[in-house]
Each structure stands twice: as C-alpha cells, then as structure tokens.
C-alpha cells in the first residue's frame, strides 16, 4: 500500500540473516525492488540476544552469529551480480544458486554493531555503517574503528546515526518535554527493564546503558544528547533535546565528524517528525546539510517531510 501510494519514500526494511535463506533474501530483494520502483534499503540485523534468537530456533553464539552474516552477505552480493553460487562455509552451503531478475539498483545495505566480531562484516559487506546515538568522541572512535577496517579491504563506507528527537521553538520547551516523558515512567517499570537490558549480551547495548547508569539524575550526557530514553528500551537510547536551532547545531557537530546518514524519531512519532520538519529541516536548509528530495518544485518555504524517520529500532 505505502509504495502505492508514495513515490519518493523509501523503506529501510530490517530483515535477520539466520531467519531467511541468502538466496531467498536476495530473491524478495529483487522483487522488493522492482514493485517499489528502487526504493528499498535493507537493514541486516545479526541478532544480539541468544535468548531472543533461540525463540526463532537459532542456537549459535553471539561471535558465529556474525560470521553466519559474513558467509550471507558474500552469498547475496554474488547473487545481485548475477553469478551462479556454489558455496560452502561453516554454517551456510548453497549450490547452483542464481536469480531469474536482478535488482535494479542492488539495494544498499545497512548495518550496525560495536563488538569486535562486527566490524570486519561491516568492511566487507555493506553500503552505510550504522550507530546508536553517542557523545560525538565515542562515536569518532567508532568511525575511525569501522573506517581502518574498510580501507583494509579496499572500500569506504558511509557512516549514519540512530538518534530520537525532542526539538521545539526554546530549549527550555524541549526540555520540559523531556521531562513530562521522564515523569510519566514509573520508577519500578524504569528497574525492570534495566534489570532485563543489564542482561544483555549486546556490546552496543552495553554502551547504551553505560551513558546513564540507571540514574534520571544526570541524563544530559553530552550538550544537547539526553540519555533519558535508555532507561525505558533497548537499542537507541538517546535523544537531541533542545531549540531548533539547538538540534541543527548538534547535527552538525556530528556530520563534521563524518556522519552523512541519519535517522531519527520521536514520540509521538507525527507530531515530533512535524516539529522537527518545520523547525529543523529549514536552518539545515540554510546551511547547506539537506536538500528537498523535490527541490524542483519545493525550491523554499516550510519543509514538507522529515529528514529521515524510523519508529522503531
């Protein structure tokens, strides 16, 4: 229905390597791509809980999940290039796999993760490197780190962001939005879900947690960065809180860092994505960080859609 009745929107689809065939991962690319008109972008997920993995009826370990993920992508890369794969690795095997119809464009990958074992898929394999929402001198490091790996293999990777977003006219307005959602969590919800995310085995969740400890006390890690939502999920735990001007100021500091992909949210989902269209979108207009997708015919005025949108993950 959304690639119907839309045209420019594309859809970052997450899909788990140990959940689906390469070959049929590959295949649903290329049909994805050709009813959207080239619109997809794929999200490769690894799987970081063994438990949650176990559900689905996966039962390797953390380190062969993603050396499952590197045999994956080099099956599905040499499938969208048109090549007949015969392949045995440890945990995949394919024989005479080959695709009927190509994508057109191969859709770019995306993915994310900070242990060790991640990073050498990420340089082999994908289009755009992706991070959860940091203070900017972590996430250089990681940059640096995922960088040096790439330039390894002979290839450059974007580099993209995970953020929420809490922008409006003041600082002192989004601050006070963070809080009437800080307030509204009950303390003994905010233990039980720290108890369970302590038990991760995600070293991306690991540093979430890291940048708040499980206080509301001290949840401006950084100028702007509030770690508040980490204390109520998992994954991307921070926000940009602050003025419009503020949040343009933020998104700056971290493209001058490298960062070219971002994608972000708020709750609720439609009135932040508004806020942050019509407050933020401008001045980044201004100071040359985005463009219209249709700037032919939306040449100025009020930004009409959202720098790039996610409500979940």
Do not use: C
């Amino acid at each position: 229905m959304l690639v119907e009745t839309t045209e420019r929107l594309k859809f970052l689809v997450a899909f788990r390597p140990g959940l689906v065939t390469p070959t049929l991962a590959a295949q649903m690319a290329a049909t994805f791509q050709r009813h959207s008109r080239g619109r997809l972008l794929l999200n490769v997920v690894t799987g970081g809980e063994s438990y949650e993995q176990r559900a689905y009826g996966d039962f390797l370990d953390k380190d062969s999940r993603y050396a499952r993920t590197d045999e994956f992508l080099h099956i599905v890369r040499a499938l969208w290039r048109g090549e007949t794969v015969d392949f045995a690795g440890e945990h995949l095997r394919v024989e005479g796999a080959h695709l009927n119809q190509l994508p057109d464009p191969v859709p770019d990958i995306y993915f994310g993760g900070s242990s060790a074992a991640a990073g050498p898929v990420a340089a082999r394999h994908v289009d755009a490197y992706l991070t959860w929402g940091e203070p900017p001198a972590a996430v250089a490091q990681k940059i640096a780190w995922v960088s040096g790996l790439a330039q390894a293999e002979g290839r450059t990777l974007r580099q993209g962001i995970r953020l929420h977003v809490i922008s409006r006219d003041t600082g002192e307005q989004a601050w006070a939005q963070a809080q009437r959602l800080l307030d509204g969590i009950d303390p003994a919800a905010v233990e039980k879900i720290q108890a369970g995310l302590h038990r991760s085995e995600s070293e991306g969740q690991k540093r979430m947690l890291a940048l708040h400890g499980g206080r509301r006390d001290a949840l401006e890690i950084y100028p702007n960065l509030w770690a508040g939502v980490g204390l109520v999920r998992g994954g991307a735990g921070t926000a940009l809180v602050g003025s419009h001007t503020e949040v343009a100021d933020r998104i700056e500091e971290y493209h001058r860092l490298g960062i070219t992909e971002f994608v972000l949210s708020g709750h609720p989902h439609v009135e932040e994505a508004y806020w942050f269209g019509e407050g933020v979108l401008p001045i980044l207009r201004e100071r040359g960080l985005w463009t219209h997708p249709d700037a032919a015919r939306n040449p100025a005025g009020p930004a009409a859609v959202p720098f790039a949108s996610a409500s979940s993950s």
